[in-house]
């Protein structure tokens, strides 16, 4: 079946830091790629997507490229800042049904 | 913005009793779920809606579960006799169209604890 394996643990990282948060995913057909996040008290919001190969996501500073060779949608952004604090979750949806698959989640935290 | 409205945010029942979790999707959206969030594990989806019929639903939805849209702005998750295993957090989603690459807009979720 479908199924996303994100990094485990929070991750910690200073203001202008570097942050990367690994996902990968199992597919039986062409899914589609998610990026989602939860800011405090809030719900999930889209925050990127890719649809095919190689497409690349983007959205406030935040990137992920769709790779099919190494079944990966790893969320990058070059510069944090402490209201980028929050919860992302990578998330799929395959042919054929409308429901997502959701990775467990990383907290981010980021500190001044 | 249009957004996914849910209440209550917070919802505290004994075993057995029957809980209604409310939602209010966008409004000019088709199509509409529910998933849920035990804690420490995965969002899981459990149902999805659409033309006042269940299109899909998962394993985790059993007879206990019901989902309804009782008028034109509502759709709401009845869970018929809580366990304690119920407790989560039930997060309502909707999509303007179905398909693999549409976006669903999700609310902030509702709280549900089982004593």
């Known amino acids: 079946g479908n199924s996303v394996t994100q990094m485990e643990g929070p991750v910690t990282l200073s203001e202008e830091a570097f942050l990367t948060i690994n996902c990968t995913y199992t597919a039986t057909g062409y899914p589609s790629l998610f990026w989602y996040v939860q800011y405090p008290g809030e719900g999930l919001q889209l925050l990127l997507k890719a649809t095919k190969a190689d497409d690349k996501g983007s959205n406030k500073g935040f990137e992920a490229t769709y790779r099919k060779e190494t079944t990966s949608f790893h969320l990058e952004k070059g510069s944090v800042q402490v209201s980028d604090s929050a919860v992302y979750f990578c998330a799929l949806s395959d042919n054929g049904n409308n429901r997502l698959a959701f990775g467990k989640g990383n907290q981010v935290v980021v500190i001044p | 913005e249009p957004e996914v409205t849910q209440t209550p945010s917070h919802q505290v029942t004994q075993m057995g009793q029957e809980v209604i979790l409310r939602c209010v999707p966008i409004?000019?959206?088709?199509?509409f779920y529910w998933y849920r969030q035990i804690l420490g594990q995965k969002v899981e989806f459990l149902v999805s809606?659409?033309?006042?019929?269940?299109?899909?639903k998962s394993e985790i939805f059993d007879d206990q579960f019901s989902v309804e849209r009782p008028d034109g702005s509502n759709f709401t998750l009845k869970i018929r006799s809580t366990k304690l295993e119920d407790s989560a957090m039930y997060f309502c989603?909707?999509?303007?169209?179905?398909?693999?690459?549409?976006?669903?807009?999700f609310g902030p979720g509702t709280r549900l604890l089982v004593l």
């Open positions: 409004s000019n959206h088709l199509y």
């Open positions: 989603a909707s999509s303007g169209i179905a398909g693999t690459q549409e976006t669903q807009y």
């Open positions: 809606f659409y033309n006042n019929e269940i299109s899909e």
